[in-house]
């Protein structure tokens, strides 16, 4: 089993920045992709980034720019970091591992999502 704590939610003026951390622990033979998402009020969870294993990244046009994925894989961590935040960033913004497993094939887990608020 996988358990993946994120940290580092809040509330944050506009223009103001954060970073959200998520850790991944128990019995991992390997991570693969590991990724944030958010999901804005009354609306669908929607991708925000993803890095792979060899440090690939990717990030949703709207947000390049201002948001930036890296990872750790020696402590199992993805990191978002938030520059010049907006109000319209304001959501639940959860993280998602691709794990290898020992029995073969891949599994997602995702994390219980932090709450992030950007207001005045």
């Known amino acids: 089993q996988v358990q993946l704590v994120e940290s580092g939610g809040g509330l944050v003026q506009p223009g103001g920045s954060l970073r959200l951390s998520c850790t991944a622990s128990?019995?991992?033979?390997?991570?693969?992709?590991m990724g944030w998402y958010r999901q804005c009020p009354g609306k669908q969870r929607e991708w925000v980034a993803t890095?792979?294993?060899?440090?690939?990244?990717d990030c949703a046009d709207s947000l390049k720019g201002r948001f930036t994925i890296s990872r750790d894989n020696h402590e199992n961590t993805v990191y978002l970091q938030m520059n010049n935040l907006k109000p319209e960033d304001t959501a639940v913004y959860y993280c998602?591992?691709?794990?290898?497993?020992?029995?073969?094939?891949?599994?997602?887990?995702w994390g219980q999502g932090t709450q992030v608020t950007v207001s005045s």
């Open positions: 998602n591992v691709n794990v290898g497993l020992w029995s073969g094939g891949t599994q997602d887990y």
């Open positions: 128990g019995s991992i033979p390997i991570i693969y992709r």
């Open positions: 890095i792979t294993s060899t440090g690939s990244t």
